[in-house]
Each structure stands twice: as structure tokens, then as C-alpha cells.
């Protein structure tokens, strides 16, 4: 088999779910190796599980690398000189080359019924053995089992193994590996139905794919001793192998559901950059020499280094993803926020379908505001609340406490009185009435200012005063699904339900 010298890697999915971020991790460091080397990166299709395995699935697979970032230069939709690139499509190959092992001797027809199998198994256990096959069918002639098959016999297909000595690799993320003969048998490489076993597909695909090095979890490093036996009998190079660790939760448990979002389609939702998400995966297991924590995929390509890969379990740290989040949005300009924002915004029903113009630079301005301190964009919707949702009637806690008192009461009544007969109102406006409160009342610092904004946004915090007050008197100009109220339509509203309206005058 003719090789090639440049870097070949593969990233091969199966189609029966969404990525996992685990799997996010090991196309990444595919790519970026592929992509610093002047590589080649393959997308396999991974589908001969036919009961699970959907196109639907498929689909958003593709989706969820692109979206990454990850591109691919063989693959499903694109071709390739080593095509097809579904497994579904490459059964022929398959029995072909599992034709080739039964006819060398290396290979042998198993009839063992499966109950059978599994009584074995379990006596084996229980008796504190590796469940290890017996090697019944062993003997039984490549003819024989030709006559029993043309009976309507079912028959799986075994490779054989030595029975003594041992599988060693390098591995080049934990070094020496070696496994016993003794503890591995004689694997299926096609079962019964004819789908072949996955070691067997996956040596055969990487061999004539001409792959040259399989970056991937670290649970395939059981599988690692079965596939190097396959390329032994064919007489084919294996390629160099990394085994990444594991990506657990901050409880030391593999990362499920239950930590929190684990598909890049729930992250991509949320709304978490896909730059941020490829920065915060590569951190899963590596670090830059640098130091340097936000990063560009350009940037990763770059520092990116298959050596500096730690053999450790990486704990994915939802804080640290978020943090990261943060500071690529605030890389992004304002357009860019909105563009991304208004899915969010209007399905929470908050902007319509089309922007005017006049509608769409307040929110352009709103999004750089209310995003400042944000996570993901999901939370966006929430942050507008204080824009779009004003109840006094409903205060929580901590505003409540802050005007219950003689002197809150005071300032309250004040900003009512001075404010009493205007028709326009502006934050240049509201300092110079505050600056009028405080030298009459004598009430500064906190008591004068906390109460103020309380009653402005019926919140105890949020948007500073000098950008929420000119970001509301402007909102409220403009046609919203949800009429943003002024500053002074809050004020009178807040003043009626706390009974501070101004005495009117005697006419």
C-alpha cells in the first residue's frame, strides 16, 4: 500500500446524537495538527450502527463543525480520492478484506450461539478470569464452515491471536502502553448479521484512508491492542497514537447532563461564540507556552503542540468557559452584538421581525450595554428586563429595604416634586435636580443615589444612571412589541403607588 508523508488525521462521528464537547476536543486537536502541519484533516461517518444512526444527526454534526470553525478536506459532502466516507457505503470493503483473512488462515468462522457466549462470560467473571473467548470454533476448517454456513447456519468471523505475549505502542500522550495476549482473545470482526465489528471497520478505513495519526479518548485505548493485531495481519504500518483524557465535571465524574449543558448544539443555543468554545476546548488537556488564555483559532494553530497534551483527567469548568465568553464578545463590534442578540430578543417577543432604522441603532446601543458582564447571549432577554419590564409593585427584596426608610422616603419625594411639571427630562437634567436633593436634604453617597435608581428601574442595580437614563428616554421615542416607559411616566407611576404624589395647589 502506497503511503503519503504529509500528516493525515480524521475525526469519525458516529451519527447517533449530538457532539459531545468530548468529541468537540478531539476534532480540534485533529484540526489544529492538521491544520499547523499543512495536514490533511478527513471527516469519516461512522453510521454502521443502523438502529441509532439518523441523517438528521448527520446533519447537525456537520453543522456543529462548521459553526466551530473546523472545516474539512475530505469528507461525506466534499469527496475524496479515498471515498466513500460513510461506513454505511464501504461494506463491500469490508467482507472483502475479512475474505482475505479467512483465506490466509488468519481469520475463522465463529458459531457459538450468544447465550452460550454470555454464560461463559459470566462464569469467567465469577470466577475473577477475563472474560476471554474459548477458542471452540478455532479448529473447525475454512471449508467446513462454508457447508454449515450454506446449511443456514449463522456465523460470526474471529481473528486469530497468539495466546501468549504481548501488544506494545508508544503513545504520544502517555508514553509506553502494552496489553497481555492472554487477556485479549479472539475478537469478532464481523458479527453474525454481517456489520462488521468496529476495530475491524476502523483499521480498514484508517489504513486505506492512509491516515497517520488517530488522536482520540482515551477509552479507545482498550481497543488500541485489537486494531494493531489487524494491521499486523495485513501487514500494513499502523499510524502514531494520542489518547486524549477524559473530559470529567468539577465533581470528578465524567461530564453528563447533569453538570450542565455537554453538546456543542446546547452551547451554540445558549449562545457561546464558537471561537470562545474552540478556546476554551483546546484548554481541555493543553495549555499555550505563552501563557496567553484568549485566543483565536489562528492564534491556536500556531501554538498548538501534540507534546504539551497532558495525560490528566481535564474537568471542564463552565465558569472559566463563561469568562472566556465574555471577553471574545467584547472582541466583537456592536453590529456583530446585535446581529447576534436579536434571534434571542425576538423570540422572547421584545423586538419585531423587521428594525427600522431608528430602532435598530438604540439596540445596537442597548446589546454593547447590557451585554457587558454577560455569559452568553441566552441572558440577554433577561438583561432587557430593565429596559422593557418596570413593576414597582413587585420589588424584590433589596429594593425594598432600600426605600423603606425616613430618608429614602425623603429623596423619593423630592425627584417627584421637582420633576412634577416637566414634559421632557435627560440625564443632565436629573444630576442637576440630584444636585439640588442633596444640598437641601443634606442626604449623599449611597442613601441619596440607591433609592434614586430604584425608583427609576424598580431594581436595586444594574446599567449605571448616565446610560440608562439617555438609553430609556430615547427607547421610549421608538415603536417596541413592549412600549419602553420614560423616566418620568416611571417616576409618577412609582410616586402613585408609594403615595408621594405633590399636594396640589389651592386654585
Known amino acids: 500500500m502506497e503511503k503519503t508523508e504529509a500528516i493525515r488525521v ?10 459531545h464537547v468530548g468529541n468537540a476536543r478531539t476534532a480540534l486537536f485533529n484540526w489544529l495538527l492538521a491544520r499547523q502541519k499543512d495536514g490533511v484533516f478527513v471527516l469519516r461517518v461512522e453510521d ?8 438528521e444527526f448527520e446533519r447537525n454534526l456537520l453543522e456543529d463543525l462548521r459553526w466551530l470553525g473546523l472545516d474539512w478536506d475530505e469528507g461525506p459532502d466534499t469527496g475524496g480520492k479515498f471515498g466513500p466516507y460513510r461506513q454505511s457505503e464501504r461494506l463491500e470493503l469490508y467482507h472483502q478484506y475479512a475474505k482475505e483473512l479467512l483465506e490466509r488462515g488468519q481469520a475463522y468462522y465463529c458459531f457459538c450461539p450468544e447465550e452460550e457466549l454470555e454464560k461463559e462470560r459470566k462464569k469467567a467473571l465469577a470466577e475473577g478470569r477475563s472474560p476471554v473467548y474459548s477458542g471452540r470454533c ?39 502502553v502494552e496489553f497481555d495476549l492472554k487477556l485479549i482473545g479472539d475478537p469478532i470482526i464481523v458479527r453474525s448479521n454481517g456489520m462488521p465489528a468496529y476495530n475491524f471497520s476502523v483499521v480498514i478505513d484508517d489504513a486505506l484512508m492512509q491516515i497517520t495519526h488517530v488522536i482520540r479518548g482515551e477509552d479507545h ?28 465535571g468539577q465533581d470528578n465524574t465524567r461530564l453528563s447532563k447533569r453538570h450542565g449543558a ?40 500556531k501554538l498548538f503542540d501534540l507534546s504539551r497534551v497532558n495525560r490528566s483527567a481535564a474537568i471542564f469548568d463552565y465558569e472559566k468557559l463563561y469568562w472566556l465568553n465574555r471577553q471574545h464578545i467584547k472582541l466583537l463590534p456592536p453590529e456583530k452584538k446585535l446581529e447576534l442578540s436579536l434571534p434571542y430578543l425576538q423570540e ?95 442626604i449623599k453617597g449611597k442613601e441619596l443615589y440607591h433609592p434614586l435608581r430604584v425608583m427609576l428601574t424598580a431594581r436595586a442595580s444594574g446599567l449605571e444612571l448616565d446610560k440608562f437614563i439617555p438609553l430609556i428616554e430615547a427607547g421610549a421615542k421608538l415603536n417596541f412589541p413592549r412600549p419602553v416607559k420614560s423616566c418620568l411616566q416611571r417616576i409618577r407611576e412609582f410616586a402613585r403607588l408609594m403615595n408621594l404624589e405633590p399636594e396640589r395647589q389651592p386654585a
Not at 281 to 290: A, D, H, I, R
Request: charged fraction near 25%; include cysteine; glycine fraction near 8%.
Open 138 to 176: 478455532r479448529n473447525i476448517s475454512l471449508q467446513e464452515a462454508l457447508g454449515r454456513l450454506e446449511a443456514g447456519e449463522k456465523a460470526a468471523i474471529r481473528l486469530k491471536v497468539p495466546d501468549r505475549g504481548l501488544v506494545r505502542f508508544n503513545d504520544l500522550v502517555r508514553g509506553e
Open 221 to 248: 485505548i482498550s481497543n488500541t491492542p485489537r486494531q494493531l493485531l489487524l494491521y499486523q495481519a495485513f501487514g500494513w504500518q499502523p499510524p502514531v497514537f494520542a489518547h486524549l483524557s477524559m473530559v470529567m
Open 262 to 301: 455537554t453538546s456543542v448544539d446546547q452551547f451554540r443555543r445558549e449562545g457561546v461564540l464558537p471561537q470562545a468554545l474552540c478556546n476554551y476546548l483546546s484548554f481541555l488537556g493543553w495549555s499555550p507556552p505563552e501563557g496567553k488564555e484568549v485566543l483565536t483559532l489562528e492564534e491556536l494553530i
Open 48 to 55: 454502521t450502527d443502523l438502529e441509532r444512526s439518523t441523517e
Open 10 to 19: 480524521r475525526f469519525a462521528p458516529s451519527p447517533t446524537g449530538f457532539i
Open 348 to 442: 422572547a417577543g421584545l423586538v419585531g421581525k423587521e428594525l427600522p432604522a431608528a430602532e435598530k441603532g438604540w439596540l445596537t446601543t442597548a446589546v454593547d450595554l447590557l451585554l457587558e458582564g454577560s455569559n452568553k447571549f441566552s441572558e440577554l432577554p433577561q438583561k432587557f428586563s430593565l429596559i422593557f419590564d418596570f413593576q414597582p409593585e413587585s420589588l424584590e427584596e433589596e429594593a425594598a429595604a432600600i426605600i423603606s426608610s425616613d430618608s429614602a422616603r425623603k429623596v423619593l419625594k423630592a425627584l417627584v416634586e421637582k420633576t412634577a411639571g416637566l414634559t421632557e427630562f435627560n440625564y443632565e437634567l436629573f444630576a442637576r435636580i440630584t444636585g439640588e436633593i442633596k444640598k437641601e436634604t443634606g
